[in-house]
């Protein structure tokens, strides 16, 4: 079976997109979908929110510029059924050197097709950097589906639009013609205030079942975390946050027939 590929993307910043590659990760994993964490942000929180140490020559940067393969950089995570690609510093660099390959925006592509048809995974998460630079544009141009984390805020919708136009020049330009817009996740909800509200009601009425039903909430517990080097399911597991992922990881299953 042919493994999908899913890249969060925004290039807004703090908007929950590691949040979710670690705690839907692990989400999927528990539901036995056997899932890939990609983490190509040269921060490698997603790495260190797994509890993998970052070491060097660990990351993508070698088979991203033709010297070994993606298969070999695979780590197992403390949790059945999930795997990483660990980052590290390294990756900063590889801005520009993508940047100077022919075939630049394929690259990404390139390097997982060989895991996409192991038949090891059958979800592939990519955690991107929080811009559209050269890692993210690989990342859109690489996947089948694009999930954009969307913050429960008043400038949101300004973002949403500019990813959006990307998407489709990438489309027109025959990178990537199918890659679909898999799903919008709205993060950082507030129940109490009326803007969260209101921003969830906006988007839905623009973009109806491309929206989550599942609300990701502001939460200390989500934040916190990470610092652990531990998915909110380990952290704590009752809270609203893990509840969410859970209910997250379940509506993806069904959504992109995952099992």
């Known amino acids: 079976m042919t493994a999908q590929i899913f890249t969060i993307a925004n290039q807004k910043g703090g908007v929950g997109k590691t949040t979710t590659a670690i705690n839907l990760g692990r989400g999927l994993a528990d539901k036995g979908v056997r899932t890939l964490v990609v983490d190509l942000d040269p921060q490698a929180n997603a790495t260190s929110g797994l509890g993998v140490e970052k070491l060097e020559g660990g990351s993508l940067y070698g088979p991203l510029v033709g010297k070994g393969a993606a298969l070999d950089k695979v780590k197992p995570t403390a949790s059945e059924n999930l795997f990483l690609i660990p ?14 390959r022919k075939n630049y925006l394929v690259q990404l ?19 991107c950097p929080p811009a559209l630079g050269m890692l993210s544009m690989n990342s859109l141009a690489a996947a089948d589906h694009l999930i954009i984390a969307l913050q429960c ?3 949101a919708m300004e973002g949403l639009g500019q990813i959006l136009k990307v998407v ?18 709205m ?16 988007v839905r009425n623009h973009f ?22 531990q998915t909110i399911f380990e952290y704590d597991p009752t809270s609203t946050g893990a509840n969410a992922y ?12 995952l099992v």
Request: glycine letters at 4%; charged letters at 30%.
């Open 87 to 100: 980052s590290e510093v390294d990756m900063a660099a590889i801005e520009i050197e993508l940047s100077q």
């Open 109 to 127: 592509k390139k390097c997982l097709q060989p895991l996409r048809t192991t038949g090891d995974f059958d979800a592939i998460i990519l955690d």
């Open 153 to 155: 805020e008043y400038l």
């Open 168 to 185: 489709e020049q990438l489309k027109e330009a025959g990178v990537n013609p199918d890659l679909s817009l898999g799903g919008i996740l």
């Open 187 to 202: 993060t950082m909800f507030d129940v109490r205030t009326n803007l969260s509200h209101q921003v969830v009601s906006e």
């Open 208 to 229: 109806e079942d491309k929206v989550f039903n599942t609300l990701i909430p502001r939460s200390i517990r989500l934040s916190e975390a990470p610092s652990f080097g």
């Open 246 to 257: 859970r209910f997250l990881a379940q509506e993806f299953i069904e959504r992109f027939d």
